[in-house]
């Protein structure tokens, strides 16, 4: 379980699955821009390819849970498919140039970033929450495995900057979920210990980042791409959603 038994006084969200509604924002997004990478490598048909490696059912449009595309960042992810894919490299080396990997990030985070906020759909109603929290005397934070531009992206889009004190992506230097280097940044920045802060997430790479941090709590909710059962072994306690953490904060503080 978690470190200690701290008062909480600081909570540290994930982005995708826990602000917003993973399966109804995401995998038709994922599609369009597999799809749209694939054209760019002049091979509509990889798209199919490129979507099962990453962990997304091209059939149902449903994203696996602990897959590249459910928990990963966008490095990750290109990188298991270079790695997964016959001949990938060689193609993306033809249609992006000398840096193909680069060349594929920068495209599917363009993208995203272009896609995402007409898209987007809340898993709850969130400015009233961190207006609530906020107003309680609780730190808050935003920690995605998404960039961090789209972490800043999300926050104004649904109106909840004004309450948060960090913003940090797999790109703004501390490391990617599952390390906790996220984590420590979110206390160095609010002057709090890992035992007062909880790491709320919908994926084992957050629960398994809190624990390294060795936050005092960590909170799962069912609003990503994984099931009560994939959670419960790694969190502390799994909730439906984030709508649920001011109570389950006050019943047991």
Partial sequence: MSAGAATIKGL???KDGTLIDFQNTWPPMLAASIDALAARLGNAALATELMRAGGLDPGTQKVAGGSQLAEGTTDGLVSHWLAAIT???????QHFGADPQGAMIAFLDLFWRRAIQQRMVAAVALAPLFERLYLGGYRLGLATNDSEEMAYATS????IAQWLDFHAGYDSGHGAKPDPGMIHAFAA??????????????SPADMQAGRRAG???????LTGACTRDQLAPVADVVLNDIAEVPAFLQARF
Avoid: R, S, Y
């Fill in 12 to 14: 540290l969200f994930d």
């Fill in 87 to 93: 001949d990938l490299e060689t193609l993306a080396e």
């Fill in 156 to 159: 104004a889009h649904f109106n």
């Fill in 189 to 202: 920045k609010t002057a709090l210990a890992p035992p007062e802060i909880a790491m709320i997430g919908d």
């Fill in 215 to 221: 936050v005092g709590l960590t909170i799962a909710v």
